[in-house]
């Protein structure tokens, strides 16, 4: 039987109501950013930023190594002749735009009660986007996270998925080996990431369509999980 689940959270655990690719959300932005903190940005402005966000989208650009929130915005500080003092504040309402709308999935709740219930260990590994803080990525899960003991992200493992050094760590702090945890995404850097490491890979298909990325399982609401935890973890 299986002694962890460790779950992705954007689309997983948090409906994120909008575009995969932030591109096309850049300049709104900070259009935001700039009515809400007095700013008076130029075209050259709105272009030096697109240009070094663009750089750091990992839809476009994918990368392994993690980048941090403060290498990011440094740059874009000095592009768009943001002092460096406010970096903390622009950070903060750049990442509060993109999370504006969005909320837990109707089955998230009750399943991480009920693995809480049954002394199921439990993590996240998640991919931040463009390096941002844990403190905002988590603060999507925050009405759960008392049944969450290891909340992870890519800036805890400073490498993003499907590398599986993020489940390696994972299984060290619950000292619970790969082969006895379950992964649950819905991407399939998700389920490679899995196989990788050799943990279970279910992934969450809520969109119904047909997706083959590898994984040992497919379900569609997270409930599902519950029975599927008396499977041999020898499988």
């Not at 049954?118 to 988590?138: E, H, P, Q, W």
């Not at 499907?162 to 060290?172: E, I, V």
Request: overall charge negative.
């Amino acid at each position: 039987m299986f002694q962890a689940v460790v779950f992705d959270i954007g689309q997983t655990l948090v409906d994120y109501r909008i575009p995969m690719n932030w591109s096309e959300l850049y300049r709104p932005a900070f259009e935001h950013i700039a009515e809400k903190h007095h700013y008076s940005f130029s075209e050259a402005h709105y272009r030096a930023a697109a240009e070094i966000l663009a750089k750091y989208n990992t839809r476009i650009h994918p990368r392994e190594s993690e980048v941090s929130s403060t290498q990011i915005f440094t740059e874009i500080s000095s592009g768009m002749g943001i002092p460096m003092e406010d970096i903390g504040r622009v950070k903060e309402s750049f990442y509060t735009y993109f999370r504006q709308d969005c909320s837990l999935f109707p089955d998230v709740e009750q399943t991480l009660k009920s693995l809480f219930t049954k002394g199921i260990r439990t993590g996240t590994l998640s991919d931040v986007a463009y390096g941002m803080d844990n403190r905002f990525a988590l603060e999507d899960i925050a009405s759960v996270l008392h049944y969450i003991e290891f909340p992870f992200t890519s800036n805890d493992a400073g490498c993003r998925k499907p590398c599986p050094k993020g489940l390696s760590m994972l299984s060290d702090k619950m000292k619970i080996p790969l082969t006895d945890m379950v992964f649950v995404g819905d991407e399939e850097k998700d389920m490679v990431c899995a196989r990788n490491a050799g943990a279970y890979a279910i992934l969450i298909n809520r969109t119904g369509n047909e997706k083959h990325y590898g994984q040992d399982r497919t379900i569609d609401t997270l409930t599902e999980i519950l029975p599927l935890l008396q499977i041999s973890a020898d499988r």
